[in-house]
């Protein structure tokens, strides 16, 4: 089946008792077996029954079913947010003693999350600049464990070359580990430009409307000890997997999700060609601008498709404080990819917590607001930017 088909199309596995064409909710924390044999098999792996809801549950299964039909996945895990999956396929590779290479432009949690969290375990954390191969090449030793990199970096919007970051990974064999949450994974294919791990929050497109939080790690099966650390170890000791209400949610919205997506994307294009030409707004970075240093590189590697969040940057901290306030249509929120589209000043907010210096190095900058596209007409949402501006100049 093509992949429209299989967005609304996933094998239930058993027949349901009432003829459902939708994979029903199992509000159940446990599940009872026939004997204690098929028990003991479903625990140690021998059949795919399911346990116990921290672990397995057929409605979160079912929903992993599907990515995994449509990413080409070896293994799909659900989790209950993005950074849960992007953190438990971290522990799942790493350990006191190794390093990770990655850059400093990314999300603020996750830059926390491996300077923080992990380093309080004995992780290091190298950030370089994933644009120079060669200082990539320098940082990677026997130790480390993987490189890391967002696709497009939030809100850096920074794109490096996956396909030579690949190169240099297989020959060091590690994994390239990618979060691709700022582009459906339906749009694209990541193994293709040689990610051998993609992570992701399934709050953003997957959901529609931000109904839900969840994430994936989506394993093209090149890293085994993936599979086994987080199936047999993280699972069981870290609690993090996704529940059965949340995966019945994100697998209907799978099925819209492109078609959500097209709407978002393309307004977001239009709107930053507008806004490009819009007095008050010094400079407007997104990708799919073709004056942008990355349009080509980003066009070539997704395929024509360049996302739905742009950023804009105006005079000062003050005047975005003063434009967000005064928007009447956008909202003034978190998130990303929503229906309804958002505004956030990120200096102060998501990178709120970490020093000037480190924003200054993050190339995290205090006049810059970032833009979640949403489904509303671009000319309504490009007269709510104008009418904000018009308050400031």
């Known amino acids: 089946m093509e992949k429209e088909t299989k967005k609304v199309h996933t094998n239930i596995g058993k027949e349901d008792s009432f003829g459902g064409l939708n994979m ?14 098929a028990m003991a098999d479903a625990f140690v792996g021998r059949s795919d029954a399911p346990t116990y809801s921290r672990v397995a549950n057929p409605t979160v299964s079912f929903f992993e ?10 293994n799909v895990f659900a989790f209950n947010s993005g950074m ?17 290479v990655t850059s400093a432009h990314l999300f603020g949690n996750t830059v926390s999350l491996l300077k923080n969290t992990l380093g309080r375990f004995g992780v290091e954390t190298r950030f370089v600049d994933l644009l120079d ?3 990539v090449t320098s940082a990677i030793d026997e130790n480390t464990a993987f490189v890391f990199l967002e696709i497009i970096t939030n809100p850096q919007m920074e794109v490096a070359d996956i396909r030579s970051l690949s190169a ?11 979060d691709t949450t700022i582009i459906p994974f339906t749009q694209f294919s990541a193994s293709e430009l040689g990610v051998d791990i993609e992570v992701l929050s399934s709050t953003k497109y997957i959901s529609g409307s931000a109904s839900s939080l969840g994430g994936l790690v989506i394993d093209y099966g090149n890293f085994p000890q993936l599979y086994r650390s987080l199936k047999f170890e993280l699972l069981y000791n870290l609690g993090s997997y996704m529940t059965p209400q949340v995966a019945f949610m994100q697998t209907l919205g799978l099925e819209t999700v492109d078609l959500r997506y097209k709407v978002q994307a393309d307004n977001a294009l239009e709107l930053a060609k507008r806004l490009k030409e819009t007095p008050g707004i010094q400079d407007v970075n997104y990708v799919g601008l073709e004056d942008n ?25 003050q005047k975005c404080y003063e434009f967000i306030d005064h928007l009447q249509l956008i909202s003034r929120a978190t998130n990303l990819f929503d229906s309804k589209s958002l505004a956030i000043h990120p200096a102060s907010t998501i990178f709120g917590a970490f020093a000037g210096s480190q924003r200054r190095a993050m190339n995290v900058r205090d006049n810059t607001i970032r833009l979640s596209i949403g489904m509303e007409s671009v000319n309504d949402l490009y007269e709510d930017i104008v009418q904000a501006l018009g308050n400031n100049i």
């Open 84 to 100: 849960a999956a992007i953190s438990n396929a971290m522990i799942a590779l790493t350990a006191s003693g190794k390093n990770i």
């Open 168 to 178: 240099i990974t297989r020959e060091k064999k590690i994994p390239l580990i990618a």
């Open 133 to 135: 191969p060669e200082a």
């Open 65 to 74: 079913e599907r990515v995994k039909q449509l990413s080409g996945a070896k």
């Open 293 to 317: 240093p990355f349009h080509e590189l980003a066009k070539a590697q997704f395929g024509g498709t360049f996302g739905a969040m742009l950023t804009i940057d105006l005079e000062d901290k």
């Open 24 to 37: 029903p909710i199992y509000h159940s924390a446990a599940f009872g077996f026939p004997s204690a044999k």
